[in-house]
């Protein structure tokens, strides 16, 4: 081999080595490295101390929905609603 194509060779592996790292880098300055970002705000995905919004958002769905089917059964209760009258002479099966 000449010194040319093993100059080439080198060249072509060393830069296939060092392709993957400059994929990986960032201009941001928000990104993890930069420490004055991660002291202003050290988690800043997080809302709460447990939860992201998308978890917050999905508890108060659920807990919206079982909160309505709750009252709804509950004024079934109070009016009587849930089940038929016995006043009726009639057999029921309640």
Request: hydrophobic fraction near 35%; proline fraction near 6%; glycine fraction near 2%.
């Amino acid at each position: 081999m000449t010194r040319s194509t093993i100059t080439k060779a080198v060249a072509t592996l060393i830069a296939a080595a060092l392709l993957p790292l400059a994929a990986c880098s960032s201009s941001s300055s928000t990104h993890a490295g930069n420490v004055g970002s991660i002291r202003s705000n050290p988690s800043p995905a997080m809302q709460t101390l447990a939860q992201r919004p998308s978890d917050r958002a999905s508890t108060h769905a659920y807990t919206w929905d079982t909160d309505i089917r709750a009252m709804q059964e509950d004024f079934d209760h109070v009016f009587h609603l849930n089940r038929p009258s016995r006043l009726h002479s009639n057999i029921k099966p309640y």
